[in-house]
């Protein structure tokens, strides 16, 4: 496969490049509406011999007994106190990892760090509510464009799935924090990529395999360190979905893609790795910085520096590396992917369970 240079890929040459990274701003925080061309077309399909494709049927049967109500399943009546919940969020930057001499940092006491915290949270919970509406629409857009019954039904569940996390994302930043922060520009760029794109199977690569799995290694990170029942609840609800949606992504892309040319599966690869730097770039939440009024360019390489930062940022594609493994995507074309993610610092996951293998064990029963 003839490489293309990074520069037409994630728009620089230098993957690392704090100065490129940060150079790309939200150009409509301002908007409430933000419009792409979606410029794939809606599918029908006259085959409707339901079970064709059994690992599908059975996600959409398990789907049907496993909706929840945002209203009524979480204990909305829970006190948040969002001091408390930041405290316990303050050791994944590993603060005292960082030689802060001669930076701004340095001046810091404890209510800085604590802000750093709260706002931490609140931007963090901020991304997964708009990657949520960009599931939302994504998935929709599965149920127009994917060619098999199947999928279309069980992506029909996803769809109303996906309303719900936004809901309840939205509700918790609303009546429990202090609103909530605008869509990083990073994860912006990647939704318009995946809604613009016209194969469906982009659609399914970006969302399902790329976004969704970053989110549920970010969601189960956040569930194991929070003691905030109310949060530590609706984590655990909405894991057990997208452990569903992760798993449909698997099961429909490993099919088609044993089909694709060297060729094919080259521009999937690039895409997949498109995608991991813009998820890796929002995690560097440069609007957090901004608004506690430090440069990013001090502050970022400051947490990057922390081993305990660096390595919870890699734990974030702990479910995207064996998923790409399992449909093919590392080792095609003189393992390009693989060497990618090896400069990503994240190949280790590889042998990690892929998430067609351990969906069930994030099932909703597990709450009851």
Known sequence: ????????????????????????TNTDVDSAVHSIADNAAAIFTWDYEKGARP????????????????????PWDTDVDLE??????????????????????ARWGDAEWLRLGMESQIWALSQF????QGALLC????????PWIDAKYYAATQ??????????FAKYLDTKLDGYYPINTHLGMLLDDIVADSRWDMTYLGMQIMVEGLALAAFGFMHAVTEEPLLKQLLRYVMADEARHVAFGVLSLKEYYAELTDRELGERQEFAFEAAVRMRDRFLQQEVWDRLGVDPKIAIPLTQSSPMRSEFQKMLFAKIVPNCKKLGLLDANDMWLRHRFEELGVIQFEDWADTEAEYEAFALAELQ
């Open 159 to 168: 769809v109303m799935d996906e309303a719900r996390h936004v809901e309840v």
């Open 1 to 24: 496969m003839a490489a293309t240079p990074n520069k037409d890929l994630i728009g620089r040459e230098g993957v690392n490049d704090l100065d490129a990274i940060l150079s790309m």
């Open 129 to 132: 509510m708009h990657g949520e």
């Open 55 to 74: 690992g599908l049927n059975k996600l959409y049967e398990k789907a049907k007994t496993s909706q929840w109500n945002g209203e009524t399943d979480l």
């Open 139 to 146: 998935t929709a857009k599965i149920v127009e464009t994917v």
């Open 84 to 105: 408390k919940v930041a405290q316990l969020l303050l050791p994944s930057f590993g603060v005292e990892q960082m030689d802060v001499a001669g930076t701004p940092l």
